[in-house]
C-alpha cells in the first residue's frame, strides 16, 4: 500500500499580485517543486487572499483561497493560523519571515534579512516592533530556518539568537530576465534601477549623480521602477526637478515581465547602492542580462557578486558615482571589464539547487 502524500501547507500571498521579490522566489520554488517526477508524492496546500495567476497543477496542488483586501498581520495570525489548524498538515512553510504564531505543526521559514533589526531606525516604530516580535518568535518555533547568504545567517545568528544547526544557507537561483539578448546597437544611454525603493538603497544620490552624469550625455535617462517605501518618506520625483532632469528621470512603481525585459535589454548600466541586503538578487539578474552593475561595496555585496560588479567605495559621494555612469554611458570600458566574471559568478545561483535543496529542509522539518 502507497505512503501518504507528505502535506506541505504554504503561506502563498506573495505570489498573488504583483509578485516581486519574495513573490518570485516562491514562484520559482513553486514551479519546480510540482514538476518533479516524485511531486505525486507531496501534496501542497497553498494559502492565498486571492486566486494566483501563477499555473499550478490541481493534481498536486490545492489552493485555499482566505479572501482578503490586504493580506497583513491580522490575516497571518487569525485567518491563515485558523485555515492551516483545520488541515492535516505535515509542515508548514512561512517563505517571508513570519508565521503564525498558533500553528502546532511543524514549521519552516525563510528570514532573507534582519535589517528591522540590525537598523531599526529605517522603519515606522509599529512596523518595527512587529517586525520585530513575530520573527523572533517565529525563528524560535521554526524546525529550520532558510536564509540567502552567509552574511545573512550570521546576522540571524547575531540579532536573533537561535541554535546555528537550525540555520540552512541557500542562496536563491538568478533568471536573465530578458525574452532574448541585446541586439548589437540596441543598448542606449539607460541608467537602470530595480528593486522596492528604501533609504538604504541611496536613490537620492543615485539621481544626483545621474544629473552630473547626463551633463555630457543629452541623451541619457534613468529608469527607476520599484514601490516607493520609504520611510522617513523621499520625495524622488521632487529630488530630480531639484537636479534639473525631472525630464529624464523615469519613475515606475511596478513593470510586468515584457517590459522589464525591455529596459534591460536597452539599459547601458544598472545601479544599486544599498547599504544592506540579505542578498540582492537584482544586479546579478543585470549580470544574467549583460548589463555592467554598479553596486555599493558591502561584504554582502562582495559575497554574491564577487568579482562580476563595480564597487562604489560606502563613503563615495555623487561625483564618485557620476564617474562610473558616465564612463558607462559614454560606452566605455570601466564598468564593462567586471562582466567577463559574470558568468563565474552565475553558476554558483541555481533555481534547481534552491528548490531541491529547500525541499529536503522543509521534509526534514516534517520528520522532526
Keep these: 500500500m502507497d505512503a501518504p502524500a507528505l502535506r506541505i501547507g504554504i503561506d502563498g500571498r506573495e505570489i498573488v499580485g504583483d509578485a516581486t521579490g519574495v513573490g518570485r522566489y516562491v514562484s520559482e520554488l513553486l514551479v519546480r517543486w510540482t514538476n518533479r517526477s516524485d511531486a505525486p508524492t507531496r501534496r501542497f ?97 521554526a524546525s529550520v530556518v532558510f536564509t540567502d547568504s552567509a552574511f545573512s545567517r550570521d546576522e540571524i545568528l547575531r540579532h536573533v539568537r537561535i541554535d546555528e544547526s537550525r540555520v540552512q544557507v541557500i542562496p536563491p537561483g538568478v533568471s536573465a530576465r530578458t525574452d ?41 535617462r534613468l529608469a527607476v521602477v520599484g514601490a516607493n517605501r520609504t520611510w522617513p518618506y523621499q520625495d ?12 529624464r528621470v523615469e519613475l515606475r512603481n511596478y513593470v510586468g515581465d515584457r517590459e522589464l525585459s525591455v529596459l534591460y535589454r536597452r539599459a547601458s548600466v544598472f545601479a544599486f547602492l544599498s547599504e544592506y541586503e540579505g542578498f540582492g538578487l537584482t544586479p546579478l539578474e543585470a549580470l544574467a542580462a549583460g548589463v555592467p552593475a554598479v553596486v555599493l ?14 564597487y562604489l567605495p560606502p563613503a563615495g559621494d ?24 559574470a ?26
Excluded at 205 to 219: E, N, R, S, V, Y
Excluded at 297 to 310: I, K, L, M, Q, Y
Excluded at 319 to 341: K, N, W, Y
Design 318 to 341: 555623487a561625483r564618485q558615482l557620476a564617474e562610473i555612469l558616465r564612463d558607462a554611458l559614454g560606452g566605455g570600458e570601466g564598468v564593462r571589464v567586471p562582466l567577463a566574471h
Design 45 to 141: 496546500v497553498l494559502f492565498v487572499p486571492a486566486a494566483p495567476t501563477l499555473p499550478l497543477p490541481a493534481a498536486t496542488v490545492d489552493v485555499r483561497i482566505l479572501s482578503a483586501v490586504q493580506a497583513g498581520t491580522w490575516w497571518e495570525q487569525i485567518r491563515l493560523a485558523a485555515a492551516a489548524r483545520r488541515e492535516p498538515l505535515s509542515v508548514f512553510f512561512s517563505p517571508a519571515y513570519t508565521a503564525p504564531v498558533a500553528l502546532a505543526t511543524p514549521l519552516a521559514l525563510t528570514i532573507h534579512d534582519v535589517s528591522f533589526l540590525a537598523h531599526p531606525e529605517w522603519f515606522r516604530p509599529r512596523e518595527r516592533w512587529r517586525r520585530r516580535w513575530l520573527t523572533r518568535r517565529s525563528a524560535r518555533a
Design 297 to 310: 561595496d558591502t561584504p554582502v555585496a562582495r559575497e554574491v557578486c564577487g568579482p562580476a560588479a563595480t
Design 180 to 220: 532574448r539578448p541585446a541586439e548589437p546597437g540596441e543598448r542606449e544611454p539607460l541608467v537602470l534601477f530595480t528593486g522596492s525603493v528604501f533609504n538604504r538603497r541611496r536613490l537620492p544620490q543615485l539621481i544626483a549623480a545621474f544629473a552630473l552624469a547626463a551633463q555630457d550625455h543629452p541623451a541619457a
Design 236 to 247: 524622488l520625483g521632487a529630488i530630480a526637478a531639484a537636479h534639473g532632469v525631472a525630464d
Design 343 to 368: 558568468a563565474e559568478v552565475l553558476r554558483r545561483y541555481s533555481w534547481e539547487e534552491a528548490a531541491e535543496r529547500t525541499l529536503m529542509g522543509i521534509e526534514g522539518a516534517a520528520r522532526r
